[in-house]
Nanobody, 119 residues
Framework: QVQLVESGGGLVQAGGSLRLSCLAS?????ICWFRQAPGLEREFVAS????????NYADSVRGRFTISRDNAQNTVYLQMNSLKPEDTGDYYC???????????????WGQGTQVHVSS
């Protein structure tokens, strides 16, 4: 069982930045961020692995968000810059054994952290 704990969410004005953190209790081949806005389905944001530099991003965040990891701290970060109101939602860290954008393929989930971007 892998436990994931997110932190770093909050309220920010459009154009601002936030950095989310996800502390993992163990490694899995893939680890990523999803988000879910009110009334919408959970959507893929970004993914990485613990073992190489592979990263993937949703088109909506590419160039603004950066996923990175600190293996020594077992922590994955999501640096979010140039935030927009449409980035508002609950952000979840997920871990699994495949690299995919389908949330159903991830076995482990954190409790989520809220991000609200005001216009």
């Amino acid at each position: 069982q892998v436990q994931l704990v997110e932190s770093g969410g909050g309220l920010v004005q459009a154009g601002g930045s936030l950095r989310l953190s996800c502390l993992a209790s163990a490694d899995t081949p893939s680890i990523c961020w999803f988000r879910q806005a009110p009334g919408l389905e959970r959507e893929f944001v970004a993914s990485t692995t613990w073992t190489d530099t592979t990263t993937n991003y949703a088109d909506s965040v590419r160039g603004r968000f950066t996923i990175s990891r600190d293996n020594a701290q077992n922590t994955v970060y999501l640096q979010m810059n140039s935030l927009k109101p449409e980035d508002t939602g609950d952000y979840y860290c997920a871990a699994g054994f495949v690299i995919a954008s389908d949330p159903a393929l991830y076995e482990y989930w954190g409790q989520g952290t809220q991000v609200h971007v005001s216009s």
